[in-house]
């Protein structure tokens, strides 16, 4: 696949490139900053970005601004976010207008180069991809919230897998149930978290911006 890279440290800049480049893609720009980001990607146009947060001229969130504002010119362009920490509102914003084709990954993910590839890929192709301890940490901050202090050690579970990006049949392999039983435990999530009945919108996207206490 295409992709465009934004992250200020040179170092990990170029392992990435060089760790791309292997598995076949093409690093299409590498830039370091987060208003050349945005530049770049409406020159090459490619299939998926990947950004650091944290990033020049502010060093504060302008990877993210940056990421936010591709997805609102170009609302099909992929978008993986790297960060060394969790920070909870992000992945709530990156999720807030539609989950599709996003992705937040901690950068130490990227040491575990499987996983790191298995999250492009699936963010690449529409889904997503949330980090385990992105996601566990937002269920340690809201579990005490009601409905979500309803669901089973189970539907917790199953949810915490949805929100990682997985599908019912993943989700299965991942807790070696069948995906009948999964199908079950996402319709009772449905229920008590009051979405059985909602219409018009996706209830698995529903329930996880719910679960990320959006």
Request: charged share 25%; net charge negative; hydrophobic share 45%.
């Amino acid at each position: 696949m295409r992709i465009v890279l934004a992250e200020d440290s040179t170092l990990l800049r170029e392992g990435l490139v060089r760790l791309l480049g292997d598995e076949g893609h093409e690093v299409v720009a590498a830039v370091a900053d987060a208003d050349q980001l945005v530049e770049t990607v409406g020159k090459h146009q490619p299939d998926i970005v990947v950004t650091d947060v944290r990033m020049p001229p502010t060093n504060t969130d302008d990877g993210l601004r940056a990421a936010l504002e591709i997805r609102r010119r170009w609302p099909g362009m992929a978008v993986l976010v790297l960060s060394q920490y969790v920070e909870k509102r992000y992945a709530a914003r990156l999720l807030a207008d539609r989950s599709e084709g996003v992705g937040y990954v901690l950068k130490d993910r990227v040491a575990q180069v499987e996983d790191f590839l298995d999250a492009l890929d699936r963010v690449a192709a529409g889904s997503t991809a949330l980090d385990p301890e992105v996601v566990r940490q937002l269920m340690s901050a809201t579990s005490h919230t009601d409905p979500l202090s309803r669901l089973t050690a189970r539907e917790s579970d199953v949810l915490r897998h949805m929100a990682e990006g997985y599908t019912n049949a993943a989700i299965a392999d991942r807790l070696f149930v069948s995906q009948s039983a999964v199908e079950k435990h996402v319709n009772a999530i449905f229920d008590k978290l009051g979405l059985a009945d909602t219409t018009g919108y996706s209830r698995r996207i529903l329930a996880v911006l719910r679960y990320l206490g959006s």
